[in-house]
């Protein structure tokens, strides 16, 4: 909520959204003309207030504090970076990015993204998800947030945050590993362990410029996947359930292809042998049936999106039976995957330098054997006294591991 005086001072009360923020981080989210040394000079000049006190970009805000802003410096703001003007939607782009929520509530959206719609605009794309996110709104007058993304030409399911909190807290979900996903897909052949775990380091692949991944076993990042089969149709393809307990990009892809069992229409990664004959589509086959993740409230997320027509049509001509799937068990994070686990293990390793610290204090300072003297009686012979140099010790770091699959396992 925000009011202007006839000199053009703005006053804005901040929201319960924007509570413990930081003051800049407040002007970069709701007045981004405002740049950072602008802020800086409203507040060492006494402009920029809160409650009527001076304040400074590194304060932190509280819900229901009045914010006092000085009139926009038009000079100032006309040199900053031009905010890009988001065009305005059609009927048809809103009915159609309404079409696709799947789950609502006060803190989440879920859309079940068709394939061949980017998450994100680039160069060459014009028609994304971010840019339908102003049809989303609903009752709040802020758009969603993207938290998380999926390729272009995969569908299923995309988590969206409907507020800066909640996009906070379902970031740190993902980035901590928290958050769990399952894929639908059909891929080339049949894999010879039916329900296994792949654990191949992943890196991007040189002369692509960034646009491929492959797999690295000596400077790439770990990546682990699970993969189980659910039916097959003779030794053709099969259909499988996937979940990804690391997110590098591409990464069920790339490691499908590197077991020798590309997604069917992945010719990124699967060159001509991704496509089978007959009537299954040239479209890629990868979805993300499920997502489960924990709410800022404390309850979870869990919920499963359709498969697009092309994968649908797919299995339907192979004879697959959909209420085969879903049976892939997700495991509950791990206690170290958790933010009280994170805090938990942060403790112990502070309090474990304290103790290092506290030891090293003490065998500086304590009493030899032999008499106080002695060093000084040996200097004075000529003798020059080493000093002692700390025990460095070396731990081995543990290397990545090679080309890996093995039966049930468990990362």
Known sequence: MSKQDEKGIRQFVVAPDDDGIRLDRWFKRHLPDASFNIVSRWARTGQLRVDG???????????????????????????????????????????????????????????????GLATQGGTKTENHVDGLLDALGFE????????????????????????SRSAGHFAKAF???????????????????????????????????????????????????????VERAGNATAWVELQP????????????????????????????????????SRKMHLHARRIRIDHPSGHQIDVRADMPPHMKSSFDDLGFDIEMGDALVLDAPKFSETAEGKKRVAANIAKS????????????????????????SQMAAGKKIAAKKPVIKKVASKKPAGKKVTSKGKP
């Open 140 to 163: 709040l007058d802020n758009r969603p947030k993207l938290v998380h993304r999926l390729d272009k030409d995969t569908s299923g399911a995309l988590l969206l945050a409907r507020t």
């Open 53 to 115: 006190k001076r304040a400074t970009p590194g304060d932190r805000l509280l819900a229901g504090q009045t914010l006092r802003v000085p009139p926009a410096d038009v000079s100032a703001s006309s040199s900053a970076r031009p905010v890009r003007k988001r065009r305005d939607l059609t009927e048809d782009e809103m009915e159609f990015a309404l079409s696709m929520v799947i789950h609502k509530d006060d803190a989440a959206l879920v859309i079940n993204k068709p394939a």
């Open 175 to 229: 980035s901590s590993r928290t958050a769990r996903k399952v894929y639908w897909a059909l891929v080339v052949g049949v894999p010879d362990i039916a329900d296994g775990f792949i654990d191949l380091p992943i890196g991007k692949q040189p002369g692509s410029g960034g646009e491929k991944m492959h797999v690295d076993e000596k400077d790439g990042q770990s990546a682990r996947t699970r993969y189980r089969i």
């Open 353 to 376: 330098a304290r103790k290092e610290r506290k030891g090293e204090r003490r065998s500086r300072g304590s009493v030899s054997d032999k008499p106080k003297d002695n060093k000084r």
């Open 245 to 280: 307990y690391t997110g590098r990009t591409h990464q069920l892809r790339v490691h499908m292809a590197a077991i020798g069992h590309p997604i069917v229409g992945d010719g990124k990664y699967g060159g001509k042998d991704a496509f089978l004959t007959g009537t299954i």
